[in-house]
């Protein structure tokens, strides 16, 4: 049987998550008329709801909730490393939250966050849309998203363009004469596809071009190697780009199985860099991505809201550096 959540209480009672809470809470502000189709919902629908009451009383827990993909841990370590290097200067726990796809509800991931009485957030994930972000919003906590800007009140974000990075990089291709570039779908980080996708269009633009290079995964192959296989037989580029390493060296094996030679006939550049890519053979040509900055600097911000600053940045853009290997001619 499916559990009972808050939110669908409020969608019952026709109401916001905000106002259910203040029933749950006994607050007077209510209307009666509203609190008695609130308390009706709950009854219909056998909610339970002491435990979120519990967890919306507002004394300060010292403890900072962090949501991240279990799908990409070898990456997200160092951001890790980083905020709870920073936390502990501020004397803040933190309180780990894994989305694993296809297995974690992410409304579950929220509705703990609000039991567990967290004092933040910090959310680096771009499987979060911007309705589960207005739900944690309803409840006036404080928001940090990593790699996702967000333009929204109580919401700050930490950053590297990734959008500007394909963009140039894009940019230098082109102006080498090499325009049949491929960017291979990430499933794992739509977000992330649709910066690359976005840099490379510009660039096209920019050179009176049409970029027709995106490169989609069909849901039907279990990965990016069983895909580019066969992919790589048939068709041909100058350059490919993948966003995380395995899908980089995926790129490589496929272009070694059909006869390609990389770089010197298929130059292939990973954005994100992990040790891997300098372990795997060929080295693979990535950007250096400031991860333990992009936890670090997050937690700071996160420090300032809590503390109710006004005078600090609530977009803040970190830089990157192209780091080229054996998998790119310069």
């Given at each position: 049987m499916k559990r009972v959540t808050i939110y669908d209480?409020?969608?019952?009672?026709?109401?916001?998550?905000?106002t259910v809470s203040r029933v749950i809470n006994g607050s007077t502000v209510v209307k009666e008329p509203t609190r008695q189709r609130v308390q009706e919902a709950i009854e219909k629908l056998g909610y339970k709801p002491n435990a979120i009451a519990q967890g919306l009383a507002l004394q300060k827990t010292t403890t900072i909730g962090l949501v991240v993909p279990e799908a990409s841990f070898t990456y997200t370590g160092q951001i890790i490393n980083g905020l709870i290097d920073v936390a502990k200067i501020y004397n803040y726990n933190i309180m780990l939250h894994t989305i694993t796809a296809g297995i974690t509800d992410i409304n579950d991931i929220i509705e703990d966050i609000i039991k567990s009485r967290v004092d933040g957030v910090v959310i680096y994930s771009d499987k979060l849309e911007m309705d589960e972000v207005e739900k944690l919003k309803q409840y006036s906590i404080?928001?940090?998203?990593?790699?996702n800007r967000v333009k929204a009140d109580n919401v700050c974000c930490v950053y590297v363009d990734i959008e500007k990075a394909i963009y140039e990089l894009?940019?230098?291709?082109?102006?080498?004469?090499?325009?049949?570039?491929?960017?291979?779908?990430?499933?794992?980080?739509?977000?992330?596809?649709?910066?690359?996708?976005?840099?490379?269009?510009?660039?096209?633009?920019?050179?009176g071009k049409r970029f027709r290079g995106f490169i989609q995964i069909p849901a039907a192959s279990r990965s990016s190697y069983e895909y580019l296989y066969g992919f790589l037989k048939e068709n041909r580029y100058d350059v490919?780009?993948?966003?995380?390493?395995?899908?980089?060296?995926?790129?490589?094996?496929?272009?070694?199985?059909s006869g390609i030679s990389v770089p010197d006939e298929l130059e292939?550049?990973?954005?994100?860099?992990?040790?891997?890519?300098?372990?795997f053979r060929p080295q693979i040509s990535s950007f250096?991505?400031?991860s333990y900055d992009l936890g670090a600097v997050s937690m700071r911000v996160m420090t300032k809201m809590l503390q109710d600053?006004?005078?600090?940045?609530?977009?803040?853009?970190?830089?990157?550096?192209?780091?080229?290997?054996?998998?790119?001619?310069?």
């Open positions: 209480v409020a969608k019952e009672a026709g109401v916001s998550l905000a404080p928001i940090v998203m990593i790699q894009t940019m230098k291709y082109l102006e080498e004469g090499k325009d049949k570039i491929g960017i291979i779908e990430d499933r794992k980080n739509r977000y992330a596809t649709e910066q690359m996708v976005r840099g490379a269009e510009a660039a096209f633009r920019r050179k490919m780009i993948g966003n995380r390493d395995s899908q980089a060296m995926a790129i490589v094996n496929s272009a070694k199985e292939v550049v990973c954005v994100i860099d992990t040790k891997y890519n300098t372990s250096s991505i400031p600053q006004k005078d600090f940045e609530k977009e803040i853009e970190l830089s990157y550096l192209f780091t080229p290997r054996r998998t790119t001619k310069n």
